[in-house]
């Protein structure tokens, strides 16, 4: 899907306005939010320590006792899941944070420069985009082991051409505007007008397409994880507790049940958020929603 | 959907008691987790290998049975010098290869010479090191002679990598074994199954079944419903987990918990500091609980082991009670070693559930003594390279499956870095050993030593949990080697 | 035109090129020996070698990746270490059961995601739109293999209605296999029938939104009639794009799901050949599964090109 934007020209107050009577938005942030907190808190206090494991206490059923049951090591599995949420957000922030951190760049360059770096550009993604993200991240954590650390690696590379390709033909829109040739006019430079002018009217456009990779990058850890290359033991993650579930299905399916649980409403509550987002920003969305 | 549920059941019954009317079966499919990578025993080291074709499709000159006893194979009978060095082997008559060719003692002595060459890939090359010479000297007489005697060569003789190969179709036995088994392969779905057919020209007492399946199964996800559907009717082997309760109480099935020959060892890199420290290591057998890495990685079913021996081989110690759960104690060993406030360390897991479920276990009882451990999983290739091959590793666990292998830890350049020379003494004296009463006292002074010495934390050996269809008659209880032995497995009423 | 076609086509194969370079690089650096893995813990250091002689690991880089290549480009894509067959004889065997799988996925999440774009676009804003639209959301959010074990969990273990995981083969007949396809099928199809459901509508509005549909309501024509004759047609390019996207991460995205259901496709041979090191399985069939990207792409390109002649100038 192409996303079409023109420049917010409305208020702020118009805007927070339009925030607040829209649906999605409201709902997604509210779930971010509860996701945010909830991974915030395990910093502080779980019901139960991750980390030891209580063999005599395994596979219990959800009780008063532990909400969400415990797993084959007798571990609690709601306080797994709270810092399991960490786990999912940094490794999906990092993720996005590589892929705007050079994607933007190099979009923003392409745009500028056009020409040979444009084309250059374009056919790295082009390489990128023929690999099969899954398949990549794969091999990727094969060479470098699995970890937290590698699956960000492998999910951030993917992340590159996605903001690169968003940020190019953004900013191909922009640099045909009046104000750009007034800036040049002044005699600013490419990087200048770049920062200072390109970037601050693709924000809104990063902005959403840094909510859905987010939303994906959940995912993608969690597929990773659920083949054995996310984070490690210790640490608890939620695709790991699927693969660790998977064999118990028939004896405890709640080691199953909740942690995927946490995944959908966490990857629900990005996607309506981002939705929310376009739709406040997108002067066409009444009509389209 | 409870009604539909009845339904079905009722269904699936009536089905059931249709064709039980009928003769008794003589099909089987058996469950097995891994694939082998290809069916030439003696070119590969996979164990699925073996499982799939030991006495099934290829023969050798002994046999191992159940219980672990050298039984004649294709030799019938045999005799030995005096001085323990030639063995003459009298082979079968009438026997035949899968491909209609005629079995005779050239074929052994071109299975042996090829196992023992210069270039030979057999994956058990040891186990013809000491052969010296193989003679044909008739069509039905064999003569091995070897560089002195050999406690254990008539055993050797009947392992997996040791069966006898034909000259004609050696080199395609990977993709088309051609041996002289009472089952031939009949059709490999790679990825999936692997069935064999019985062998009418089968020079022995011919098999019960006419047609058995090996169906590939990976873990408990599909080995539970596979079994409770009557897709499949056996597991020499089950991955059950948590789910053995459940079959153990239905009426349907068997459930023979046998043992196997894998150790199973928190493997120490002995050259490493700290590891090096005896101290070190005596800390780490005292703050680990085995009845908490059993019951969490082996089902419960595990036995516990404290040196490296198969509590169901002849010589075996209870050594168990060298270093009992004791966390005080540990804390004094690493006070001695002057580490009281604990070191870090890494651990290496191979991709099997005992080691990945054990050593979470393990890094949570080492944490509590100060010992952090930082697990990092590996693939089986990594594994062999980094720490098998390289010793780039501090702790691993894995389980030694091979049989009567205490003398690895003399073996120079193993995986241990263990080099102690009362031990080596210990093995050398064993090697040479003929006279039985001599050999059991030898290998229980080396279990000894090991089980002070601490050269890896020892903790259970692998049990075999082997679940199979009620009426069904002959599968092995133990596994001496890893072998699904079908030559007696039949259907009863 | 022509010179557009020509372009594409030397980027393609340029794509191809570079892709073969980097997969081989990876499996290069990839960690691990498949000689010492095919032995075992008994083999000597000599015997490795040997081993690793005969299956021509030895030789130099460039001339292992020139042998290699150049085997592509006759279709010959060597042998497989562990299973020692041709591995083109291995992928075809696990073709027939991917890309059936990724077709029956294909075609379910097509059979469910066009009618309910179609609902929900004619029925904008209203209760059934936002509850469709709620469902696809949901759809999207939930990961496939879990998914599957939910799907397992109902269908397999309790209701015994289809196995739980494996493949019987095509030999078994057509019913036994198709049985065990459906489930994997179903738990592919779910999400991408999400996102292919929300994209067939705002193509839908898009185009109902057209002067020319203004135009033909105008001329009294039903509603019913517009929608689906003249709305559906004119959707179809974002949601064909969209479709070709979607075959083509089917047949790389069962990985998970043949791990799942055990399913001896080519996402979990490739699985199996990472983890055995059977080095040229894993390149050859990376290699395929790229080649496929970049071909669907290909066509992707030119069928913009043809309907739309602006779009070439701006490639």
Redesign the interface.
Known sequence: MTMRFDLPEETLAGVLAKAFSNRSFLIGLAITLLIVAVALISFVWTPYDV???V?AD??QAPSWVHWFGTD??GRDILSMVMVGARNSIAVALVAVGIGMGIGVPLGGLAAARGGLADEALMRVNDLVFAFPALLSAIMIT?IF??GAVNAIIAIGIFNIPVFARVARAGALAIWTREFILAARAAGKGVTRISIEHILPNIATLLLVQGTIQFALGILAEAGLSYV?LGA???MPSWGRMLFDA???????PWMAIFPGMAIVVTVLGLNLLGDGIADILDPKSRRRR | ?KL??TI?AAA?LSLAAATSALAARTDLTLGIVLEP??LDPTA???AAIGEVTYANVFEGLTRIDDNGQVQPGLAESWAVSDDGKVYTFKLHSGVKFHDGSAFSADDVKFSLDRARAK???N????LFAHITDVTAVDPTIVKVTLDGPQGSFLYNMGQVAAVIVAKRSADGN??KPIGTGPFKLDHW?????ITLVKNTEYWGTAAALDKATF????????A???LL?G?IQAFANM?A???LG?IQSDPRFSVVIGSTEGETILSINNKKPPFDKLAVRQALASAIDRS?II??ASNGLGKPIGSHFSPGDAGYVDLTGVYPHDIAKAKEYLKEAGLENGFSATLKLP?VPYAR?G???I??QL?EIGVNLQ????????W???V??NKDYDLTIVS?V?PNDIDIYSRPGYYFQYDNPKFNDVIKALGTAVDKDKRLELLGEAQKILAHDVPAVYLFELPKIGVWDAKLQGMWTNWPIEADDLTKVKWTD | MTAYLLKRLIIAALTLVLASMVVFAIMEVL????A??????????D?VE??RN?MGLNAPLVLRYLHWAGGLLRLDFGRSY????PVID?VR??VAVSLPLALIALALSTIIAIPVGVFSASRQGRAGDTLAMGAAQLGVAVPNFWFALIL?YLF??????V???????W?AGIWPALKSLILPAVALALPQAAILGRVARSALIEVLNEDYIRTARAKGLPYRAVLWRHGLRNAMIPVLTILGLQFAFLLAGTIIIEN?F?L??LG??IF?A????DLIVVESIVMLLVAAVILINLLVDFSYAIVDPRLRGRQ
Do not use: C
């Open positions: 980390t030891r494991l063999i395994k596979t084959h090591f094969a082991g699995p054995g490690q033991p210790p998977q064999t118990r299905m028939v004896t405890a | 959907m539909w549920k079905l699936a990578p290809h590969g080291a996979a270039d030979s890939l994956p058990q090359k040891q990977k993709d779905a790679k990825g999936s199954e169906r590939i199964v990976p873990d408990a996800a599909a539970v419903p596979a559907s897709d991955p987990q948590d789910a459940q908490a019951a969490a991709p479920d050593g979470q276990v890094q949570s944490k697990i990092i999983p590996v693939e089986w290739a990594e062999l390279s980094q098998f091959t030694h091979e | 960690p691990g020996d498949p010492r893995l095919m032995l075992g813990l008994n083999a000597s250091a015997q040997l081993l005969q562990t299973y020692s067959v291995l065997e696990r397992i397999a273990v309790w209701l015994h209605l196995p739980a995981g494996g493949f019987p083969g030999n799942v055990y001896p496709g979990r041979l199996q990472i983890t055995q090191r």
